[in-house]
């Protein structure tokens, strides 16, 4: 199978733009959560995607938001873009609900998006 | 929320040798530890993870071991080999494969030849 595969792998983007990431998971996999990577911060969840509904969020803003369609695929949005939003940005696809309780299915990271805001 | 606290974010070892990464964790409620490497320009690969049923795992020249009394968990690497240099994280989570996992800092494992 295919792994997870992220585009675009690099952007550029300059403070208040808006930003679209796309995540397409392992096929069969109906699960996806993105996170974000920095050096200060590390990895930090910002949410996961279950049957298109969003059933996990992490401690982020309102701009930070997300969708998944039918066929599992997703994107991650980021408006109005600020100089710490600068990270790379990685999506998990999982076989499964991942915020199951009883679920212990093996998260696969993409490649991830490295995002640079100027 | 759940905290995770992860030592040392730099190790260095000959190679041969063994590493020992430590976490500890805050909420007792987690019962999923997984491990993952990460190596320059790729995502983080799964390479361990242990359940809270159980006390310590062991595949090859891997192995992690678990107390949850104390709330802390560790990856045991031997026989160190090049191949083996990557960040490693370890992580923690209530209910299984994510629900926003909680991921340590990271630790820079070097093996000097």
């Known amino acids: 199978k295919a792994g997870v595969t992220q585009t675009p792998r690099y952007l550029i983007k300059t403070r208040g733009q808006q930003v679209t990431l796309s995540c397409s998971p392992i096929s069969g996999h109906r699960s996806v959560s993105w996170y974000q990577q920095t050096p200060g911060q590390g990895l930090q969840f910002l949410f996961e995607y279950f049957s298109e509904t969003q059933r996990n969020k992490g401690n982020f803003p309102g701009r930070f938001s997300g969708r998944q369609f039918s066929n599992s695929r997703s994107e991650m949005n980021v408006s109005t873009l600020e100089l710490g939003d600068s990270a790379l940005y990685l999506c998990?696809?999982?076989?499964?609900?991942?915020?199951?309780?009883?679920?212990?299915?093996?998260?696969?990271f993409g490649p991830g998006t490295r995002l640079t805001v100027l | 929320g759940e905290n995770v606290e992860q030592h040392p974010s730099t190790l260095s070892v000959q190679e041969g040798d063994s590493a020992v990464i430590k976490c500890t964790y805050s909420d007792s409620a987690s019962n999923y530890f997984p491990w993952y490497k990460q190596e320059l320009g790729k995502g983080p690969q799964l390479i361990i993870d242990?359940?809270?049923?159980?006390g310590e795992k062991k595949d090859q020249r891997i192995a992690v071991t678990l107390n949850k009394t104390a709330k802390h968990f560790s990856l045991h690497i031997t026989e160190t080999q090049p191949e083996d240099s990557a960040v490693y994280f370890c992580?923690?989570?209530?209910?299984?494969?994510?629900?926003?996992?909680?991921f340590g800092k990271g630790t820079h494992l070097i093996i000097q030849p």
């Open positions: 242990i359940r809270s049923n159980v």
């Open positions: 998990a696809s999982m076989d499964g609900l991942a915020s199951s309780l009883g679920s212990y299915n093996e998260q696969f």
């Open positions: 992580a923690a989570s209530q209910g299984g494969g994510a629900d926003g996992l909680t």
